[in-house]
């Protein structure tokens, strides 16, 4: 049996507490849905990798990702598995699909966009594709971002960054209470 989001969120409580982890995966899977609709993917499967992407790196982070992919390798789910593998390049897993290729470019840069919006008076009601843009070519802003791997993302997904960065944008700000804690 497929898992469920509701299973997902279970899986994902047994190994998460903190609020701004929580806040993050939940996040990217807000956006991976909105991807999953725009390229006619299944939407659930693209929210659940979203959701568990980081859902091991609270409790070992010395080992993330390889606990969540095992285990969902355990239940039969390879695809979500392997885009989890393959959200940072310097793991050398090469993605393969384009939920891998979309997880990549969306899971760094939402957290980038997060952090933009926490630092502005309206969050994301009135945050742009250029106000990101800007703020990235900060290095002294967010220096927990990886710039290479939003980079690489948006290059293996064929996206420039402020078409993607809008997108994101648009699918989080009906969401901003949740994923903006």
Known sequence: M??????????????????????????VSIVMAALARKHGADEATWAIAG?????????WPEEHPRRI????RE?????????ISAHYTRWGVLC?????????ATDELTGFIIAVARVRPQRLQ???????????????????VDRNEVARGLEVLGVDLAEHAQFIIDALRPHERRVIP
């Open 69 to 72: 992919v095992a285990l969902l």
């Open 96 to 104: 393969e699909s384009l939920l891998d290729r979309a997880l990549l």
């Open 126 to 144: 009135d945050l742009t594709a250029a106000s990101v843009r800007k703020k990235l070519k900060d290095p002294t802003f967010a220096q927990g």
């Open 51 to 59: 959701l568990l992407h980081d859902a091991d790196y609270e409790r």
């Open 2 to 27: 497929a898992l469920t989001l509701e299973d997902a969120r279970a899986i994902l409580a047994g190994m998460m507490e903190k609020p701004a982890l929580l806040a993050h995966v939940e996040s």
């Open 75 to 83: 239940r039969g789910e390879e695809e979500i598995a392997h885009a």
